[in-house]
């Protein structure tokens, strides 16, 4: 598997922005289907937006508006773009690979992914 680097995350107010990214050394990530999940202490890891190889996008319902997955057609590289930042948004971010594909209106779900990040702190403070 190839190793999902991710970057981009830091310490924030409420109501900024963030832009993450993920790059997969030698790899066209639209060829796969890639995905963002968080998990912040003591909490379910919660999958954020996702990304197949048709283009197709879906964002969690929590970050419906605000967050913005996108992937250009030969790059390496996925981004997930944060804005409107709220403190329960404070977590470590994944990325993650696989090959299941992006359905509108269905819970992205970790087990349908393989290959995963180590992961880019993001913390928002009030």
């Known amino acids: 598997q190839v190793p999902l680097v991710e970057s981009g995350g830091g310490s924030v107010q409420a109501g900024g922005s963030l832009k993450l990214s993920c790059t997969a050394s030698?790899?066209?990530?639209?060829?796969?289907?890639m995905a963002w999940f968080r998990q912040a202490p003591g909490e379910q890891r919660e999958g954020v937006a996702a990304?197949?190889?048709?283009?197709?996008?879906i964002v969690g319902d929590s970050v419906a508006g605000r967050f913005t997955v996108s992937a250009p057609d030969t790059s390496n590289t996925v981004y997930l773009e944060m804005n409107s930042l709220k403190p329960e948004d404070t977590a470590m971010y994944y990325c993650?690979?696989?090959?299941?594909?992006?359905?509108?209106?269905?819970?992205?779900?970790?087990?349908?992914?393989?290959?995963w990040g180590q992961g880019t702190q993001v913390t928002v403070s009030s």
């Open positions: 990304i197949d190889t048709s283009g197709t996008t």
């Open positions: 030698g790899l066209t990530v639209r060829h796969y289907s």
């Open positions: 993650a690979q696989g090959w299941h594909p992006v359905i509108a209106g269905t819970p992205i779900r970790s087990q349908d992914f393989t290959n």
